[in-house]
């Protein structure tokens, strides 16, 4: 079956490959083609980006936490029904959990979709050198298919010129065009990366993204550098069975301060028989009647003061907690259930108060990384033994008032053991770590029925 898909990568983090990504996403759209979005590695904002610039939920593909089985199955779903699918890489093409292997790198993911590559180069200030950057890295790993170039930042036609007739006399890549810079189809950057697509909305800003595309880039050698792909094969595996259980509902956390969630993860909860209730934390003033809280990560931090205004829904989280609910909560999920976050300015916002511990920003000392999590005491993710695979990345820290418990204990991609995870209390475990759930459908399935078996009781406290 012909599934054409690209993949578009950087030759390092900041080249410009989300600006061009979401140009060649909105630009063929206007074409009319259907896109289909996918996303290298654990990322939640280019994804939301993905989803407004295409107009379906674009999926994450990890060599790491999945592995490629669980990668092909991921994206022969998602791409059924799409013209072409566009898979933006992760940070550098080669760079992924280790620096002397490929895993969990882009390059490994195009490899195991068999994908073309088309490699986005930052154009500024270079000329004949491009090509010795170009050859280099089409010709890195002979296995891997780069076969097209796009320049980003480039200021003039005449100095395109120049990088083209370069590229394309010293190597066999084609060159398909380039990006001007333009500030106004950038999107602003924070401390953990763009600004969310949530926060932004549906802007023209993607309409101006397909114009300055269709403008200097030849969209039907990259539709044909898609369609050049090899033929695919389904191999789907089954389904997570449903079974005859009743439905419950899970209530994800979902605005401005938390909106980091794998897609794929929320589809496996409604496949093992749930029913996907959002709420917002800051504007809400109470609980829907839902079996379990789901909060993921995001911006809690930035928007400190408006939930700690929020205290209706505060004390209605506490009470579900205190009743026995059941909350699965990670990164920004488990800042809010703590005392209190101290911002980055070190203005203290009162929170949820589940935990005796604050969560302070830090200025410096990024926590970032691949993690491997054993769950050591039993908890609503599983059994002691139980392996999970995810990812950190927060500035912030915990400040223990009392003694914390946790369930967990993590390693990083290596195997080096690095410390504990997952707060428990009650029936609520918070990790800062984000999981993925494609390759742990056992752990889905002991959510749902974590969640069957929770006292409604708890979730009729403080309904909206």
């Known amino acids: 079956m012909q599934r054409p898909r690209l993949v578009i990568a950087g030759t390092h983090s900041g080249a410009g490959k989300t600006t061009v990504t979401l140009a060649i996403m909105a630009a063929l759209q206007a074409r009319g083609l259907v896109i289909q979005p996918f996303k290298v590695g654990p990322d939640f904002i280019d994804p939301g980006h993905h989803q407004l610039a295409s107009g379906r939920f674009s999926r994450n593909l990890d060599g790491w936490m999945l ?56 154009g500024r200030a270079m000329a004949r050198s491009a090509a010795a950057m170009a050859s280099g890295y089409a010709k890195f790993d002979p296995a891997l298919s780069v076969q097209a170039v796009l320049f980003n930042r480039v200021q003039s036609d005449g100095h395109y010129r120049l990088l083209r007739d370069a590229v394309e006399a010293e190597t066999d890549l084609t060159v398909v065009g380039y990006l001007r810079p333009d500030a106004s189809v950038t999107i602003p950057e924070r401390h953990l990366g763009l600004r969310t697509a949530v926060e932004q909305g549906r802007t ?38 449903v079974g005859q259980l009743p439905q419950v509902r899970i ?110 920003m830090r200025k410096a000392g990024l926590t970032l990384g691949y993690r491997s999590v054993e769950v050591t005491q039993s908890c609503l993710l599983g059994r002691p033994g139980l392996r999970l695979r995810g990812h ?68 009729s406290i403080g309904k909206a």
């Open 67 to 122: 592995g490629e089985a669980i990668n092909r199955d991921i994206f022969t779903r998602a791409s059924q029904g799409a013209d072409l699918s566009i898979i933006e890489g992760m940070m550098g093409l080669f760079d992924g959990s280790s620096p002397v292997h490929e895993q969990g790198s882009t390059a490994e993911l195009a490899k195991q979709v068999h994908a073309p590559v088309m490699l986005v180069i930052d």
């Open 204 to 241: 023209d800003l993607y309409d101006r993204l397909a114009r300055a595309a269709a403008d200097t880039v030849d969209l039907d050698r990259v539709e044909a550098l898609a369609r050049s792909a090899d033929e695919w094969w389904d191999d789907l595996t089954a389904p997570v069975p």
């Open 251 to 360: 209530g994800v956390a979902y605005d401005g301060a938390f909106c980091f969630y794998y897609q794929d993860n929320l589809d496996l909860f409604e496949s093992a028989g749930a029913e996907i209730v959002r709420f917002s934390p800051l504007h809400d003033d109470g609980l829907p009647d839902v079996d379990l809280l789901y909060s993921g990560g995001g911006y809690p931090e930035i928007h400190g003061e408006a939930l700690a205004a929020n205290l209706a829904m505060r004390t209605a989280v506490r009470q579900y907690a205190e009743r026995g609910g059941a909350i699965y909560a990670e990164c920004g999920g488990l800042m809010y259930l703590t005392q209190a976050i101290r911002d980055g300015g070190g203005r203290r916002h009162e929170m949820v108060g589940i935990f005796p511990a604050e969560a302070v």
């Open 392 to 459: 950190e990345f927060h500035y912030s820290a915990l400040e223990p008032k009392s003694t914390l418990h946790y369930a967990c204990t993590l390693s990083d991609a290596e195997g080096k053991p690095i410390g504990q995870d997952g707060l428990m209390t009650r029936n609520t475990v918070a990790l800062y770590s984000h999981l993925h759930f494609g390759s742990h459908p056992e752990v889905v399935r002991g959510l749902v029925a974590a969640a069957r078996g929770s006292h409604k009781s708890a979730s």
